[in-house]
């Protein structure tokens, strides 16, 4: 038996280890990026929030015109039939339709058959858990959503990809990208919020409407914190009291600096904290949890 | 043996039929769309315009902090072992680079090994020779320039294939793209160029420096013409007396239409077919080719 406890996909109808998994080298989610997909955690065995993504995951289909052949039961099962292969009790679980292929000689998009792929992977967190990303602004501006809907979950990262390496050049470990007139948009998958007197702001144009930016603004206004859904400015991110970003792929995540100078006092903020901790609380809620029958 | 004469692929080391061609699901190529890719057309069993292709392929990658462990000529003997295996005369060869995966756990793209994949495949018309393309406008805006610089040939087409359902919708087969002021950029895969009065224009920002494009502003330079590139508005390119796309995927292709309205008299121009003749013409000018060794 092959390992699956590295992760587990399911591909052509098939379960096999994650490292083995491949896709076709003409499908178009490859050679067009013409895919959508979603990313749900599982934390101690449970979903966390797995509606919202299957919502939001099924929303970017309809909007791609594509569509599989299952049910919300049936893609439910099928991802949890990788979980469950893996063994993983702590996962980042990827939902994927591309376009396919189309038929020989044609380049319709319209003959294409949609593919659906899966896999489970282990929980890694993306961020330093104590200290905070060192953040900054990039030159480089976020795909405009008049180009490609951020709200349809894409692959579509070069720009998000050479932010990184901006960054990296610049002495951080990743960026903000900006949108045209130079407001801050979003990093390499994830939101960015700002504290400012105890007023708490984030984009809300041209980004991802993240599950984890959803749970922090839902706690945050439950908590009595006003929460402005618009544009924040370069300038106004480096006066906060706190910066933070979200993501599914590690939650709320303090951000110690940005463009090189301290945010706050360089740790933890007290808002930061208490979302944070209201996060993973949620997550102990079964209101927002799915169980998986290992 | 598999069948090869379909096309044959170069993924992982080995040689296959293009349709058992499978990459990583890891690949960042896949999942980031991060990736750049060049198509060199073979013609009666050679290289066109091979050298264009390798440089605009090394420029993309070098862009992209990418790079591959081939010389030019083994790069170019990989090519060649895909033709050759699949015995095609007539063919598009696809040369790719992958960001590859990082190592487990990080997201780090300086921790991947780059990937480098090809295929050839048969050379396929993408537009009805006899009579034209359908084109209409779309609302759409071509990713700008600022977030993926549309130089590093790249897989980002969800604009693209979003206008081409635009197209479908309208009663038309293809769509240009436009910037944010609506002047005309590109369509899936061509450029665009109108004649009027004799005069050539065509887009020179935010588009994609195509082969076949240079090699008609070259022919057409030759032949008298003056062109200029610089912006297209939808409403010169409706009032052009002939309108063109080019690509290595068909070469020189006529424009019929422009939003439901005939351009000229609906037949291919004589500008358009003195290009189109030029350009099938350099395809016996060994200056061009690069002769393949079956």
Chains 1, 2 share one sequence.
Not at 46 to 66: C, I, K, P, T
Not at 141 to 166: F, T
Request: with cysteine.
């Amino acid at each position: 038996m092959s390992d699956l406890s590295k992760g587990a996909a399911h591909v052509y109808g098939e379960i096999v280890p994650v490292s083995e998994a491949k896709i076709s080298i003409l499908d178009w989610g490859f050679l067009h990026s013409d895919a959508t997909y979603d990313v749900v955690h599982v934390w101690d065995g449970n979903y966390f929030r797995l509606d919202d993504h299957l919502n939001r995951f099924y929303a970017g289909m309809s909007e791609l015109r594509m569509s599989i052949p299952y049910s919300r039961e049936e893609l439910q099962q099928i991802l949890s039939s990788c979980v469950k292969a893996s063994g993983l009790r702590h996962a980042y679980v990827e939902m994927i339709t591309t376009r396919g292929l189309p038929v020989p000689g044609s380049r319709d998009p319209r003959s294409c058959t949609n593919q659906f792929f899966a896999f489970a992977i282990p929980f890694v967190w993306i961020a330093p858990l104590q200290t905070g990303l060192d953040l900054v602004v990039s030159r480089k501006q976020r795909i405009a959503a008049e180009s490609v809907d951020p709200r349809v979950k894409n692959y579509h990262w070069l720009d998000l990809v050479m932010g990184q390496y901006e960054a990296y050049d610049r002495g951080a470990q990743t960026a903000a990208l900006v949108d045209r007139v130079g407001n801050i948009k979003e990093g390499p998958g994830f939101n960015i919020f700002a504290v400012k007197n105890s007023i708490i702001t984030t984009p809300d144009k041209g980004v991802l409407r993240g599950i984890t930016r959803k749970s922090v603004i839902e706690l945050a206004r439950t908590a009595g914190y006003t929460v402005l859904e618009k544009e924040l400015s370069p300038a106004a991110a480096r006066k906060a009291d706190e910066l933070f970003a979200t993501s599914t792929a590690g939650g709320v995540m303090p951000i110690s600096s940005i463009d090189g100078q301290i945010v706050g006092n360089g740790q933890i903020g007290p808002v930061t904290q208490r979302l944070k901790d209201a996060y993973w609380s949620l997550h102990e809620d079964p209101k927002y949890t799915t169980q998986i029958i290992y």
